[in-house]
């Protein structure tokens, strides 16, 4: 895996506001993760293993993964400020679930080449982060609770689309540009 796309673009000035946003913490997160180090699997293929684990904890253990799992405004005043994370991994339905990591799983190999390991388990992060504070702020509107991994799915899409924009990809059945 090589970092030459995103490490292009950071020499540019293009992502300077990531750092504003928390950047080297997300840095020194993914690191903790251990998921780039030589022989691990790839984060892909570790996100869905998680997905599957979580959803199996939800048909087990149904409250137990609703007090952990839904982000919240009642949850982020309860102090399960994890929640900005772990409601991205629990998916109600199977097809939820199945269609998320499909997503996933098309558009991480590309981003893997172009971002390498650190910088992909970053952008998966900030998607989890950012798709539950947008639910959050959505939520003042009259919304609930939100779960999924749909905010880190199409964050794969834009970012492949932002990094090969002219390359095909498969949308359900279609071959378009990115």
């Known amino acids: 895996w090589r970092a030459g796309a995103w490490d292009r673009r950071?020499?540019?000035?293009?992502?300077?506001?990531?750092?504003a946003l928390g950047g080297d913490t997300l840095h020194r997160s993914a690191r903790a993760l251990h998921m780039c180090s030589r022989g691990a699997a790839e984060p892909h293929a570790v996100l869905t293993a998680v997905l599957v684990v979580v959803h199996l904890a939800w048909l087990m253990f149904p409250r137990f993964t609703q007090r952990h799992c839904l982000c919240s405004r009642r949850a982020l005043g309860g102090g399960r400020v994890h929640t900005l994370i772990t409601s991205n991994l629990l998916h109600l339905r199977i097809h939820h679930l199945a269609h998320n990591a499909l997503i996933i799983h098309q558009h991480a190999p590309r981003l893997l080449l172009s971002l390498g390991c650190d910088r992909f388990v970053e952008l998966l992060l900030l998607a989890s982060i950012g798709s539950s504070s947008a639910s959050l702020i959505w939520s003042r509107r009259g919304g609930g609770a939100s779960i999924g991994a749909s905010g880190i799915a199409m964050a794969t899409l834009a970012a492949h689309a932002?990094?090969?924009p002219y390359i095909a990809t498969h949308v359900y059945g279609l071959d378009l540009p990115a």
């Open 10 to 19: 950071m020499a540019s000035g293009a992502w300077e506001g990531v750092h």
């Open 162 to 164: 932002a990094l090969d």
